[in-house]
Protein backbone atom coordinates (compact mmCIF):
# COMPACT_ATOMS: atom_id res chain seq x y z
CA UNK A 1 0.00 0.00 0.00
CA UNK A 2 1.00 3.55 -1.05
CA UNK A 3 0.70 6.79 0.67
CA UNK A 4 1.37 10.24 -0.44
CA UNK A 5 0.99 12.48 3.32
CA UNK A 6 1.04 16.28 2.35
CA UNK A 7 1.81 19.03 5.01
CA UNK A 8 2.43 22.79 4.65
CA UNK A 9 -0.83 24.42 3.49
CA UNK A 10 -2.44 27.50 5.79
CA UNK A 11 -4.05 31.11 5.63
CA UNK A 12 -1.78 33.82 4.52
CA UNK A 13 -1.86 37.38 3.10
CA UNK A 14 -1.38 38.67 -0.47
CA UNK A 15 2.33 38.50 -0.92
CA UNK A 16 3.64 35.87 1.15
CA UNK A 17 5.05 32.98 0.57
CA UNK A 18 3.79 28.63 1.76
CA UNK A 19 5.98 25.89 1.00
CA UNK A 20 4.20 22.31 0.73
CA UNK A 21 5.67 19.27 1.10
CA UNK A 22 4.62 15.47 0.06
CA UNK A 23 6.05 12.29 1.39
CA UNK A 24 5.21 9.22 -0.28
CA UNK A 25 5.56 5.66 1.88
CA UNK A 26 4.77 2.02 1.57
CA UNK A 27 5.69 -0.47 -0.82
CA UNK A 28 7.35 1.60 -3.85
CA UNK A 29 9.59 0.31 -6.08
CA UNK A 30 10.58 3.84 -8.21
CA UNK A 31 8.54 7.16 -8.14
CA UNK A 32 8.38 8.25 -12.09
CA UNK A 33 6.58 12.20 -12.09
CA UNK A 34 5.64 13.91 -8.76
CA UNK A 35 3.37 16.93 -9.42
CA UNK A 36 1.23 19.37 -7.64
CA UNK A 37 -2.25 19.96 -8.33
CA UNK A 38 -5.19 22.29 -6.92
CA UNK A 39 -8.67 22.57 -7.27
CA UNK A 40 -10.62 25.56 -6.10
CA UNK A 41 -14.46 25.58 -5.04
CA UNK A 42 -16.62 24.84 -8.12
CA UNK A 43 -13.83 24.74 -10.41
CA UNK A 44 -12.06 21.65 -11.64
CA UNK A 45 -8.77 20.52 -10.35
CA UNK A 46 -5.47 21.57 -12.92
CA UNK A 47 -1.99 21.06 -12.94
CA UNK A 48 0.02 23.30 -10.81
CA UNK A 49 3.51 22.24 -11.39
CA UNK A 50 5.35 18.59 -12.35
CA UNK A 51 8.55 17.20 -11.91
CA UNK A 52 10.19 14.05 -13.68
CA UNK A 53 12.05 11.41 -12.28
CA UNK A 54 15.04 13.42 -13.83
CA UNK A 55 13.86 16.60 -11.98
CA UNK A 56 12.65 18.23 -15.44
CA UNK A 57 9.64 20.52 -14.63
CA UNK A 58 7.08 22.28 -16.15
CA UNK A 59 4.46 25.23 -14.54
CA UNK A 60 1.26 26.28 -15.13
CA UNK A 61 1.48 29.49 -16.81
CA UNK A 62 -0.42 31.20 -14.08
CA UNK A 63 2.54 30.06 -11.55
CA UNK A 64 5.81 30.45 -13.47
CA UNK A 65 7.87 32.50 -12.02
CA UNK A 66 6.52 32.35 -8.44
CA UNK A 67 6.29 28.60 -7.46
CA UNK A 68 9.04 26.18 -7.43
CA UNK A 69 8.70 22.72 -7.50
CA UNK A 70 11.07 20.16 -6.28
CA UNK A 71 11.76 16.89 -5.57
CA UNK A 72 14.25 14.39 -3.29
CA UNK A 73 14.20 10.83 -4.39
CA UNK A 74 16.05 9.29 -1.83
CA UNK A 75 13.75 10.60 0.79
CA UNK A 76 10.52 10.15 -1.61
CA UNK A 77 9.66 13.56 -1.42
CA UNK A 78 8.50 16.75 -3.57
CA UNK A 79 8.07 20.16 -2.35
CA UNK A 80 5.91 23.29 -3.62
CA UNK A 81 7.52 26.59 -3.12
CA UNK A 82 4.99 29.49 -3.59
CA UNK A 83 6.14 32.86 -3.31
CA UNK A 84 4.01 36.03 -3.93
CA UNK A 85 0.79 34.38 -3.73
CA UNK A 86 -2.02 35.82 -4.87
CA UNK A 87 -5.89 35.29 -3.53
CA UNK A 88 -6.97 33.55 -6.89
CA UNK A 89 -4.08 31.44 -5.62
CA UNK A 90 -6.74 29.74 -2.86
CA UNK A 91 -7.64 26.46 -3.41
CA UNK A 92 -6.98 22.71 -2.01
CA UNK A 93 -3.27 21.47 -2.97
CA UNK A 94 -3.08 17.89 -3.88
CA UNK A 95 0.20 15.98 -4.56
CA UNK A 96 -0.05 13.72 -6.93
CA UNK A 97 2.68 10.32 -7.72
CA UNK A 98 3.36 7.59 -10.54
CA UNK A 99 4.67 4.96 -8.45
CA UNK A 100 5.37 1.88 -9.43
CA UNK A 101 4.97 -0.67 -6.44
CA UNK A 102 5.88 -4.19 -5.27
CA UNK A 103 1.95 -5.51 -5.13
CA UNK A 104 2.12 -5.41 -8.91
CA UNK A 105 5.14 -4.37 -9.68
CA UNK A 106 2.91 -1.87 -12.03
CA UNK A 107 2.53 2.23 -12.61
CA UNK A 108 -0.01 3.59 -10.65
CA UNK A 109 -1.54 6.93 -9.86
CA UNK A 110 -1.84 8.49 -6.35
CA UNK A 111 -3.10 11.14 -4.89
CA UNK A 112 -2.81 12.71 -1.47
CA UNK A 113 -5.31 13.97 0.88
CA UNK A 114 -5.32 17.61 -0.12
CA UNK A 115 -4.05 20.73 1.72
CA UNK A 116 -5.76 24.17 1.88
CA UNK A 117 -3.98 27.13 1.13
CA UNK A 118 -5.73 29.90 1.40
CA UNK A 119 -4.74 33.45 0.09
CA UNK A 120 -6.42 36.75 1.51
CA UNK A 121 -5.90 39.75 3.40
Known amino acids: QVQLMESGGGLVQPGESLRLSCAAS????????MGWYRQAPGKERELVAV???????NYADSVKGRFTISRDNAKKTVTLQMNSLKPEDTAVYYC???????????????WGQGTQVTVSS
Open 96 to 110: NAAITTLIDWRESNY
Open 51 to 57: ITSASST
Open 26 to 33: GSIVRINA
